[in-house]
């Protein structure tokens, strides 16, 4: 990340589409064109692995670490490539294009796939397919069995299943894949369009000079693919139930802290196995994305370990993580390792030294400024290191002007003039704050689109601690306007960070 950029966070399904959802289609490439057109080298999205509505859709709360959430699969792309025909994209119901709602985009797009599913099946050219099996043979079979498994069982949790596909018994799964030939291809034929759509969409945004930053969850589900396949990985007692499950302690966003209930990681085993699973994970990642934001990076120094059984985060204690050993393996495997630590939170010595160990920026969030000892506050921009990602905010924060109208605390707001050290009225105040990121010694800054475009509390797409209204947000078609991109641009070429 050399030389000063800046770049957007906007999360695919935030994207305009008349399918509910904002997918990999034509409105990521108008979104592509737009970025680059006004100066920004950078494109940030949250993870895009599958979703479910158990975790409300939450992209940070993934069954599988490595397949694609089908509800991103263009149906106009699909349409445009033949695995589809007109009459398959009948609509019916017609949707918000305010809010994503799942349930109505997850029945639609069921319909759509068992449509090109059928219309494949006849299809005598599958080499492209078989490749693509082939390659990801690794993590592929293993999805779709779990899938196939799930629904066969009415959805249930794995650990509930019978004994024999619960310990992954060969000759069972050897049994049920025969039986289910179909279904299994089903899935994968689902994943083989998704990686398709999305090998396209980045090779397009490379070829724009736009680089993406993704994004991966820490932690998976107890209930994903990865603890079923590797339990010993993971801190589960004899029977297979969690021992010991993720979260923080209290925080900005919650006075008890944050119960994620995710299972955490068993790292003596991993070290055994020489980190192979996080291994493979990150050489998928990094085929995925130019650059890779760690959420919860403080985890590899240390992580909040609660028992299983206590039903508030404050009851959980620190646990040292893998640190550098991790990182060592890792630098061995990969010659580039373009990672951005997610450090917010409480961050002691150990996480900075990790981070400046092996060379990965941290972050900074504007809104964060405004309290406590400005001196030495990190989020003040004139306490910026050059080697750092700045924002303005991040996908659980309010937008700026959501946040100055409905959270912001009198001292808060006393004190935006002074970290600022810039007058401003109320609704300037996001330009205002662009600004001072843009013209700060940070190497990078990402401002989210609700931000650009000066939205209140309706931007907002995540509202940690809660479990209704969240990444639901969506950009109105006609938002992305010729006097924004004007607007953007000139900011850009002032200081000093336009991607030529």
Not at 94 to 123: H, P
Not at 170 to 190: D, H, P, S, W, Y
Not at 418 to 441: A, E, Y
């Amino acid at each position: 990340m050399m030389g000063k950029h800046s770049g957007i966070l906007l999360h695919l399904t935030s994207l305009p589409s008349k399918y509910g959802i904002g997918d990999m289609g034509p409105s990521a490439y108008t979104f592509v064109d737009f970025a680059a057109g006004c100066g920004q080298k950078f494109w940030q999205i949250l993870p895009i692995n599958p979703t479910d509505g158990i975790n409300n859709n939450s992209p940070y709360s993934c069954y599988s670490a490595f397949a694609g959430n089908a509800l991103l699969i263009s149906p106009q792309l699909m349409l445009a490539e033949g695995f589809l025909q007109t009459s398959d994209l009948t609509l019916g119901n017609e949707f918000s294009d305010t809010q994503v709602e799942y349930t109505k985009v997850g029945l639609l797009k069921e319909k759509i796939f068992n449509a090109a599913y059928r219309r494949f099946q006849k299809d005598k050219d599958r080499r492209d397919f078989e490749a693509f099996v082939t390659q990801e043979k690794y993590w592929l079979e293993d999805f779709a069995l779990f899938i196939v498994i799930k629904n066969a069982h009415e959805g249930i949790s794995w650990i509930d299943w019978p004994k024999e596909l619960k310990n992954r018994s060969l000759a069972a799964l050897e049994n049920f894949k025969r039986q289910n030939g179909q279904a299994l291809e089903r899935v994968k034929f689902i994943q083989y369009l998704f990686y398709r759509q999305w090998t396209k969409l980045k090779a397009y945004a490379n070829s724009k000079g736009i680089e993406i930053i993704g994004d991966i969850p820490i932690y998976v589900n107890f209930d994903s693919v990865e603890v079923w396949c590797h339990p010993s990985f993971f801190k589960l007692d004899g029977e297979d139930h969690m021992r010991f499950i993720s979260g923080c302690p209290p925080d900005y966003f919650s006075k008890t802290g944050q119960r994620w209930g995710n299972p955490v990681y068993n790292w003596t085993q991993l070290k055994k196995a020489k980190y192979s699973w996080w291994v493979d994970r990150i050489r998928h990642d990094l085929k995925l994305f130019d650059h890779l934001r760690i959420d919860h990076f403080r985890g590899f120094a240390g992580y909040w370990q609660i028992p299983a059984h206590e039903k508030l985060a404050v009851f959980g204690r620190w646990v040292k993580g893998p640190g550098a050993a991790f990182f060592r393996v890792l630098a061995k495997i990969f010659k580039k390792m373009p990672i951005i630590a997610e450090d917010l939170g409480e961050i002691t010595p150990d996480v900075i030294e990790l981070m400046k160990k092996f060379n990965f920026p941290g972050m900074r969030v504007l809104l964060f400024a405004f309290s406590g000892d400005l001196a030495n506050n990190p989020h003040v921009p004139a306490n910026y290191p050059t080697h750092c990602v700045a924002y303005s905010g991040t996908h659980d924060n309010n937008t700026i002007q959501g946040w100055f109208h409905q959270e912001a605390k009198p001292h808060e707001k006393a004190n935006i003039a002074r970290v600022l050290q810039m007058r401003f009225t109320p609704r300037d105040l996001h330009w205002v704050m662009i600004d001072v990121l843009m013209r700060s010694r940070a190497e990078t800054v990402i401002i989210p689109m609700g931000d650009f475009l000066g939205l209140k509390e309706e931007g907002r797409m995540n509202t940690p601690a809660t479990k209704v209204n969240n990444w639901q947000w969506r950009l109105k078609a006609k938002a992305l306007t010729p006097s924004l991109s004007a607007k953007i641009s000139r900011l850009m070429k002032k200081t000093g960070r336009w991607n030529s």
